[in-house]
């Protein structure tokens, strides 16, 4: 996952991660692969924003007016 992120912030892209479970039976992803993502992004907070999807659309509707 991480590698994915750097990937898009180097190309100028988005990226929208939805998580159904962690350490599930299905659709999962494992608390450890989850944590280490939560750490980069902390690390990475001056250069990456994340947010809840709502508020990153109210940003949106906010930067369109």
Do not use: C, Q
Not at 11 to 36: A, C, N, P, Q
């Amino acid at each position: 996952m991480i590698g994915l992120v750097e990937e898009l912030v180097h190309r100028g892209l988005w990226i929208i991660l939805i998580f159904h479970e962690i350490d599930g039976e299905r659709l999962t992803v494992g608390s450890y692969d989850f944590k280490m993502l939560l750490n980069y992004l902390h690390r990475k907070k001056d250069l990456i924003w994340t947010a809840p999807v709502l508020e990153v659309a109210k940003k949106i509707v906010s930067n369109r007016s």
